[in-house]
């Protein structure tokens, strides 16, 4: 206990711990404020994208009835032309609407989708594939009958939809890099310093130097992602109050299906947590093989980034069990579930840790003094 407190003490009181926070919380309010500053980007986006299915159905058209002039007994194109014709309207129908009129506005985007998808079941060539044509509609639908506002993905200051983005910063790229910056040198520093050589000469078990390097770098990770949490939530504050059952579209067994945004995030931080805390055990042991802040980085690095590729080429849903590198980036994990579920490598990461943990007690056990 005393050595743990020591070691979290070495570690809350630095430096280092400050200018990350102050780094995590200005990234926060930058990222707020970029929102903020987009906000009529996102109206002018959707108008070009209306703008850009407008002008190939206009083109089509023209197409239509040029043809129809030269063959007017031509019965396809002409249950083309008029399936068209019928999408066009809609479509100027779409662009009159205000995008915070939703509620005209989805049922008749979805009206235009239904008759995309006739138009291509017919033979017709449209810029919209099917795949992209079910996922509007059953997202629109999803809204409509859950009564909750479309937000943007990148640009939104809802407050559920803002934490979503921040969280998919952080478990996708940010905490494992945070990590490294925060506990990276936790051991090499010791041995870089000479420092280990007096911890030696201490009456303490040398194994209860790796658990409370071990335990105190997991609750300095913890206390970073509440502090990210937080900092992310009062200056949502800021924004719209949004709705926390805000849909998000997973892949299941090859169907569209929707979990709530607080479980999406849930999971999410679930993963890249275990994740974490397996890195922090990697790093130890590497720290006590390398003895050197950089060999200890570069060799944990070019472990991940081997777990990732490993995980990246190796799709079948069974070996997700045995795959301790998977959530590294986890987005897809957490968005594409066929034939897998959500939470399959936690076991087998749970495993790793805890061999690696052991690893790097009895490598300090039987270590001497240089």
């Known amino acids: 206990m005393m050595q743990f407190a020591f070691e979290l003490k070495k570690i809350l009181f630095s430096k280092k711990l400050l200018y990350v926070y102050l780094f995590i919380i200005l990234g926060v309010v930058l990222l707020f404020v970029r929102n903020v500053t987009f906000q009529p980007y996102i109206e002018k986006e959707e108008n070009e994208r209306i703008g850009g299915l407008i002008e190939k159905s206009q083109s089509l058209n023209r197409m239509y009835t040029a043809a129809l002039e030269n063959n007017p007994e031509d019965e396809e194109m002409d249950k083309l032309r008029l399936i068209n014709s019928s999408m066009l309207a809609k479509l100027y129908e779409v662009r009159e609407i205000k995008s915070d009129k939703w509620k005209n506005r989805l049922p008749i985007e979805n009206a235009f989708l239904k008759e995309a998808l006739h138009f291509k079941e017919e033979g017709g060539d449209y810029d919209l594939p099917v795949g992209e044509i079910n996922k509007m509609l059953a997202m629109n639908h999803k809204h409509l009958s859950e009564n909750i506002k479309p937000r943007h993905a990148t640009y939104s200051i809802a407050l559920p939809n803002f934490l979503k983005l921040v969280v998919d910063l952080f478990m996708n790229f940010g905490a494992i890099i945070i990590l490294v910056i925060l506990v990276g ?9 000479h420092s280990i050589n007096f911890l030696y000469t201490q009456p303490v078990n040398k194994g209860n130097i790796i658990t409370g390097k071990f335990f105190s ?84 690095l070019a472990t991940l980034v081997a777990g990732y590729g490993l995980s990246a080429f190796i799709k079948t849903p069974f070996l997700f069990w045995f795959n301790p590198f998977q959530y590294l980036l986890p987005e897809e994990r957490l968005l594409v579930r066929n034939g897998a579920d959500w939470y399959q490598g936690i076991p087998v990461i749970l495993l790793v840790t805890i061999v690696l943990f052991l690893i790097a007690r009895k490598k300090i056990e039987t270590s001497r003094i240089n």
């Open 185 to 193: 040198e936790i051991m090499t520093s010791e041995f870089e310093t």
């Open 217 to 300: 770098s997991i609750l300095v990770y913890f206390l970073t992602a509440i502090v990210l949490i937080v900092a992310t939530a009062l200056v949502g504050l800021f924004g719209f109050k949004g709705k926390y059952k805000y849909p998000i579209m997973i892949e299941k067994n090859g169907e569209i299906d929707f979990i709530t945004i607080v479980d999406y995030m849930g999971q999410g931080l679930t993963v890249i947590s275990i994740t974490s805390i397996m890195v922090i055990a990697l790093l130890l042991v590497y720290s006590l093989l390398f003895k050197h802040t950089l060999a200890t980085i570069f060799a944990l």
